[in-house]
């Protein structure tokens, strides 16, 4: 299915629905765009989306609060949310469909906006190329799908490379992609054309299909054991599964 246009995105109908302790935002289907776990709203519930969290291995951990993290499509807000309380980063997320933003806001446990965090309704293709925000993000997440999470609406060499052109020196592109679709290599690619190959690390496919693609500002290639390290201190301070993800996460050229 080719991706709804992005004017489309922001009218869609927004739901919630709960089961065992969960809830889920949809975007007016039964497709889930993301989730919360009622007794711990702050935590992130969805494999994939703490592997999103992947570049923490990349920079020194007494150095993240305060660092900025920007969110280009806001789903259930798990990311703003767990950088903004967890890690005391300051927030950023663009989001196309304001009653996306009310939602998560009302049922998600959105912290309100103040100096560390703002929610900009905006088109993010648009909105990123805005020269307040280039050279200033330290950690980039970007999940935007359509109504039925089929493909990434913004998905082109050009606007990868505007995302690199938004992060500093040692930041980090966090991309959700569908690893069991022909469309997947081809999204590789572009984001290896916009940041150079060596800049690229995959994680294999969650069991839904998901596959985190990360891409650095500057390529680093730290050594296993320093990778390690980090891995044990993420899951001490931020209680997120960092030593499996070295299990399921390499670089496409060293």
Known sequence: ??????????????????????????????????????????????????????????????????????????????????????????????????????????????????????????????EIRDPQWQGTVDALAVDLYDDEAAAPVLDSADFYADCRRLLTDDGCMTVNLFGRTASFDRSVERIAQAFGAQAVWLFKPTREGNAVVLAQRTPQRFKRAVLETQADTIEARWDLPARKWLKVFKAVEK
Not at 53 to 81: C, E
Request: glycine share 8%; charged share 25%; net charge neutral.
């Open 1 to 126: 299915m080719a991706p709804v246009k992005t004017d489309a995105l922001a009218s869609m109908e927004v739901n919630i629905s709960e089961c065992g302790g969960v809830r889920y935002l949809h975007l007016g289907t039964e497709w889930v765009q993301g989730s919360m776990r009622i007794r711990a709203p702050f935590d992130i519930d969805l494999e994939y989306v703490q592997r999103m969290m992947a570049w923490l291995l990349f920079v020194p951990p007494d150095s993240v609060a305060g660092r900025h993290a920007m969110q280009l499509g806001l789903g259930a807000g798990a990311i703003t949310k767990f950088c903004y309380k967890k890690l005391r980063m300051t927030c950023t997320a663009i989001e196309i469909n304001p009653r996306v933003a009310d939602v998560c806001q009302a049922w998600m446990r959105l912290p309100p906006e103040d100096e560390r965090l703002r929610v900009v309704i905006a088109d993010a293709g648009r």
